[in-house]
């Protein structure tokens, strides 16, 4: 069971804005930092947005993040059919002398 | 330019020991604020973050696997080697090894995430 709470599953039309959520606790996202990845079918994942809502050169400004409190939130507008892939958010967690959690994953459909 | 490329046995039996190594480039383990991590992913399932390496040989584990793991670096190979003792089929998984980046912003805060990751290495455990 991962740390971090994310859908299982998003979907939607090319065009379209979709957002994907990612929540935590005080110790992770309250205190850390949120990251995300994206990850397509057999190839290591990617760096999507770092720093709660921070794009890393080559990143299309249509991703972007956010973050409130214990939750976080991954933005696609302008939805495209090469968006559909896996997405993944992360956090630095300062329980337990302090360790990096990911969320579950979650599968994005573009219909 | 950064790159990281893991590698090891595809296939342990269970109850044996793996043994990975990630070897980079385009980076020194011994600059301040560099890590390199490991993190593995179960066929079909979700990432889980596995131990992280700093430039000062400081080291953090999964607090669910840290009895099973060591993580050390030798610098001068550019290298990082992740050991996980006692393996079960259910550590059947693509391991990759990231850099982890960290640096001070213009507006002084600490900033520090896995940027670039290895391609992965798909281990195994059967009898």
């Known amino acids: 069971q991962s740390v971090l709470t994310q859908p299982p599953s998003a979907s939607g039309t090319p065009g379209q804005r979709v957002t994907i959520s990612c929540s935590g606790s005080s110790s992770s996202i309250g205190t850390n930092a949120i990251h995300w990845y994206q990850q397509f079918p057999g190839t290591a994942p990617k760096l999507l947005i770092h720093s709660n809502n921070q794009r890393p050169s080559g990143v299309p400004d249509r991703f972007s993040g956010s973050k409130s409190g214990t939750s976080a939130s991954l933005a696609i507008s302008g939805l495209q059919s090469e968006d559909e892939a896996d997405y993944y958010c992360a956090a630095w967690d300062d329980s337990l002398n302090g360790h990096w959690v990911f969320g579950g994953g979650t599968k994005l459909t573009v219909l | 330019q950064i790159t990281l490329k893991e590698s090891g046995p595809t296939l342990v039996k269970p109850t044996q020991t793996l043994t990975l190594t990630c070897t980079f480039s385009g980076f020194s383990l011994s600059t301040s604020g560099v890590g390199v991590g490991w993190i593995r992913q179960p066929p079909g399932k979700a990432l889980e973050w596995l131990a992280l390496?700093?430039?000062?040989?400081?080291?953090r584990y999964n607090p669910s696997l840290k009895s099973r793991l060591t993580i050390t670096k030798d610098t001068s190979k550019n290298q990082v080697v992740l050991t996980m003792t006692n393996m079960d089929p259910v550590d059947t998984a693509t391991y990759y090894c990231a850099h982890r980046l960290g640096y001070y912003d213009n507006s002084g805060y600490w900033r520090y995430y896995f940027d670039y990751w290895g391609q992965g290495t798909l281990v195994t455990v059967s009898s």
């Open positions: 390496i700093y430039w000062d040989d400081d080291a």
